[in-house]
């Protein structure tokens, strides 16, 4: 089994994009396409039936693309396919220009999908059963960052889960190069702040055992340069 969505599923899920202009559909094909994490959320089984989705750094809300554009699409995975349909999914964004993209975007799945503007160190949480954070927590410094997962562990319902994609600031080389393409990116993305503050695995693993989860670490770089790592964290 590959660590790639298929080129026709790429297609199907980015087509909303399309009335999003351009660089939003380019965009979502090229993180669709290279990033391993979507696959690995499928095929995983994180999301259940009636499952309520919190993407906390949504971006374009790829995600909730993804998701939810799987209801009336027939691929190799269809036993997936039913329980992901009846997913909610809210997204929650700092930049007001991906915020809009993914409001153009993604009106075609009605209330089911939600992306609110605002800032993870003081929006409301809500409650969820899923939370989603990918790439996005190293962006504020290590005490805001212990807060916002003090606040998702208590917004999660029991036995709810949170997925968090750290990079591993233990693992050398790979590290830099991601760390260097992130603050690239950051910047020509328009915020004002390319500072980033990392942490080892190791790290990342004790604070969040700290506060109450636990937690299994699961490559998620493979077929890319970078030093990527899924943290899957049970609320018990
Ligand atoms: C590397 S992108 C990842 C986007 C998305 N999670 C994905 O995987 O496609 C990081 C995102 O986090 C957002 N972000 C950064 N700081 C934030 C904050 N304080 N509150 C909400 N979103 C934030 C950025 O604007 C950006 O869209």
């Given at each position: 089994?590959?660590h790639f ?5 790429v297609d ?5 994009y399309q ?7 380019h ?5 669709l396409?290279?990033d391993?994490?979507?696959m690995?959320i499928l ?12 993407d ?5 809300g790829?995600l909730?693309a993804?998701l939810?554009g799987m ?8 036993e997936k396919k ?5 997913a909610?999914v809210t997204g929650i964004?700092?930049?007001?220009n ?6 153009q ?5 009605g209330?089911?999908i939600?992306?609110?503007?605002g800032?993870m ?13 990918l790439?996005v ?13 003090k606040r998702v562990y ?6 709810g889960?949170l997925?968090l994609?750290?990079?591993?600031a ?5 590290f830099?190069f991601?760390?260097?393409?992130d603050t690239v990116v ?7 702040s390319?500072?980033?503050?990392c942490?080892s695995?190791?790290?990342w ?8 989860f636990?937690v299994?670490?699961?490559p998620?770089h493979?077929?890319?340069p970078?030093?990527n ?6 609320r018990p």
């Open positions: 089994m590959g969505l298929s080129p026709e599923l199907h899920i980015c087509k909303p009335r999003a202009g351009k660089f939003a559909w965009f979502a094909r090229g993180k396409k290279r391993p994490v979507f690995h095929q995983a089984g994180y999301i259940s039936p009636y499952t309520r989705i919190l906390i750094g949504c971006g374009q790829l909730a993804m939810c209801d009336d699409y027939t691929y190799r995975y269809s039913a329980e992901i349909k009846a909610s964004e700092l930049m007001l991906d915020v809009i993209r993914a409001r975007a993604l009106q075609v799945f209330s089911r939600q992306i609110i503007h800032d160190r003081n929006i409301d949480f809500g409650s969820a059963d899923v939370v989603v954070i790439d927590l190293h962006y504020v410094p290590s005490n805001e960052q212990n807060d916002i997962l208590a917004c999660l319902s029991s036995g889960t997925l994609r750290v990079g591993d233990a693992a050398g080389l790979p830099l991601s760390k260097w393409v950051f910047a020509f993305r328009g915020h004002v390319i500072r980033v503050y942490r695995l190791a790290e693993k004790e604070q969040l055992e700290k506060i109450g636990r299994t670490a699961i998620m493979q077929g890319t970078f030093a790592i899924l943290l899957h964290c049970h």
